[in-house]
């Protein structure tokens, strides 16, 4: 079975109505807040954090 | 009829020795592509010695009629058949742990010299022992020299360095974009990434002097190439799962010029200018497609069939 490369695999956003389909999504209050749980996302999914600019963040793995 | 002359024992050995230290002074020539230091070294120089003695053999074996000379050639060349393929798997196999990696071209590359070296040693022992059968010690020792600056300048590959110049560059960031001079390169989320970056990261531009160097830097293998050499010698700041100081190359698609940013723990840009400048220009990534272009526009050359 092929690997899916550049696949998102978390959110973590402060606008959760504006994300949508089946994604793990994680809602935070502040960029703070944001910043923290992307970062141990990251270490624990191996994956790279993106900033949409708008928000919210998307973790990703490449 | 006369008797064959005996198997001249001097010629050969004359012809070993110039083959087995051609290898010596090929490996001193660049050891960026020798993995395994010292294992490495022991293989080749081993490889050079079967090489070389299946070149000085040859012209002995044939005129004292040692044709059991000949069969142990036969065997001993069924080796050399597959000596690229060897180098390029295990170079295939170190890959999958490198922080950056070397890229499929680059390792083709590393192994057809590799398997090109041990020819050059077959033919520098072959014209060694033949010299020194016909002429003489000192013309057999001289001869070899010569064959082996030959083969080296004519063989030796290009550098980065005559085709691009490398610039230092300011690292900054657009929001979450890192750019190096204009080039934008990465989204890093992470302020924290975003910091490192900004404190240990250096910044490269390399501009082409030529629309071929264009090109060549536009070729994936060849940036691949370019920053893994830097971030083998300058030392990568990063482990497996930082995956935001993996460097990567990014061209500006006005102006052909190539930006790179590259987290290291040494950081010293004369260095790192050196280091690209060595990098080797890729076969691969050699423009054939700008010869294509210059047979058809100047010399009016058809290349496909007309209905």
């Known amino acids: ?62 | 009829m006369n008797p064959a002359p005996a198997f001249d024992v001097r010629a050969f050995v004359v012809g070993l020795a110039a083959g087995v230290i051609a290898r010596y002074l090929m490996l001193r020539i660049d050891y960026r592509q020798y993995p395994g230091y010292p294992h490495g070294y022991v293989s080749h120089i081993t490889h050079g010695f079967l090489a070389a003695g299946l070149g000085a053999i040859a012209w002995p074996a044939l005129i004292s009629k040692e044709l059991s000379a000949f069969t142990f050639l036969a065997l001993a060349a069924t080796q050399f058949r597959d000596i690229r393929r060897m180098e390029r798997e295990a170079l295939g196999l170190q890959e999958q742990t490198e922080l950056v990696k070397r890229g499929v071209d680059y390792i083709e590359g590393i192994a057809k010299v590799f398997e090109a070296r041990n020819y050059l040693v077959m033919f520098i022992a072959a014209v060694s022992s033949v010299v020194a059968h016909q002429w003489g010690l000192l013309p057999g020792v001289i001869a070899p020299a010569a064959a082996y600056l030959a083969t080296v300048h004519l063989a030796r590959g290009r550098q980065i360095g005559r085709i691009a110049r490398v610039k230092p560059a300011k690292v900054s960031f657009d929001g979450p974009l890192l750019k190096v001079g204009n080039i934008g390169l990465m989204n890093i989320g992470l302020e924290a990434d975003r910091k490192v970056v900004l404190e240990h990261g250096l910044g490269a531009v390399l501009q082409p002097i030529t629309p071929d160097a264009r090109r060549t830097l536009a070729d994936v293998g060849q940036r691949q190439a370019i920053l893994h050499d830097v971030a083998t010698v300058l030392g990568l700041r990063k482990d497996v799962d930082t995956v935001a100081f993996t460097p990567l190359a990014r061209r500006d698609l006005e102006t052909g010029e190539v930006g790179f940013v590259v987290v290291v723990e040494e950081p010293d840009f004369e260095v790192l200018a050196e280091v690209v400048r060595a990098v080797p220009l890729l076969e691969s990534a050699r423009s054939r497609a700008a010869h294509l272009l210059q047979r058809v526009r100047r010399q009016g050359e058809r290349l496909g069939p007309r209905p």
């Open chain 1, 1 to 62: 079975m092929p690997s899916i490369e550049n696949a998102i695999l978390a959110v973590v956003t402060q606008h959760p109505k504006e994300v949508s389909g089946g994604l793990p999504v994680f809602i935070v209050q502040d960029d703070a807040a944001a910043q923290r749980v992307a970062g141990s996302l990251s270490h624990i999914l191996d994956a790279m954090v993106h900033d949409l600019q708008n928000g919210t963040l998307i973790l990703v793995r490449h």
